[in-house]
């Protein structure tokens, strides 16, 4: 089964301080892809970052990176210089194929408060 | 402009009684996804598909039922099986591929509530 975890239910960090994201995840799949998704209030789903399995460099966006441990199956996400807008429930999830369909599987998520 | 639509936007279902919730994309995409959100929760699949006329059980598939007779819609039938309906339903879809940007993109959901 294809499982995702993520054990912080809720962080928060000061504003233009970084805070890091945790996420797991469970597969025998070698080929997959990650991601991590931001849900504000508006309860829009946006997409912050993605991860191909196969490339052992980890991906940036501006403030935000993340450190993908294949062995360990560990996805998490740093936001650096935290910003107000950042305020959310981020979602990490997962996706591969199986049996010729893409699944998609989210994790708990985790909501993030920035104190001004 | 492309995207996602759901539809309505709130939905209210006596109980007993079944309820369809539309999803159609404009995107070409071929994968299309269901997923159930409950408050302060994550999102929990309900079922996906890949091509037309096919598609496979998620997680919670149980007292949902879903069609894909073209490749542009994805509708869910939240059935009087489902013990528990009153949610946030969320649909999304994505190209399919195995490269390239592969990124879901998701619709702006349908509150539903059992009365």
């Known amino acids: 089964a294809q499982t995702v975890t993520q054990s912080q239910p809720e962080m928060s960090v000061q504003e233009a301080e970084t805070v890091t994201l945790s996420c797991t995840y469970d597969?025998?799949?070698?080929?997959?892809?990650l991601f991590w998704y931001k849900q504000p209030p508006s309860r829009q789903m946006i997409l912050v970052i993605r991860?191909?399995?196969?490339?052992?460099q980890n991906a940036t966006e501006n403030r935000f990176s993340v450190n993908f441990q294949k062995a360990a199956k560990s996805f998490s996400l740093k936001i650096s210089d935290s910003q107000l807008g950042d305020a959310a429930m981020y979602f990490c999830?997962?996706?591969?194929?199986?049996?010729?369909?893409?699944?998609?599987?989210f994790g708990q998520g985790t909501r993030l408060t920035i104190n001004p | 402009d492309g995207g996602i639509t759901q539809s309505p936007k709130y939905l209210f279902r006596k109980e007993g009684q079944n309820v369809t919730l539309s999803c159609e994309q404009n995107l070409n995409h071929d994968a299309m996804y269901w997923y159930r959100q409950d408050p302060g929760q994550g999102l929990r699949l309900i079922y996906y598909?890949?091509?037309?006329?096919?598609?496979q059980k998620g997680d919670i598939a149980e007292g949902y039922s879903v069609s894909r007779e073209k490749k542009e819609s994805f509708p869910l039938t939240v059935t009087s099986a489902q013990k528990n309906p009153t949610a946030f339903y969320l649909c999304?879809?994505?190209?399919?591929?195995?490269?390239?940007?592969?990124?879901?993109?998701f619709g702006q959901g349908t509150r539903l509530t059992v009365v």
């Open positions: 597969t025998s799949e070698s080929d997959y892809y």
């Open positions: 999830a997962y996706r591969v194929r199986i049996q010729g369909a893409q699944k998609l599987v």
């Open positions: 991860q191909e399995a196969y490339k052992q």
């Open positions: 598909s890949q091509i037309v006329n096919d598609f």
């Open positions: 999304a879809s994505s190209i399919g591929r195995d490269r390239g940007n592969t990124e879901a993109f």
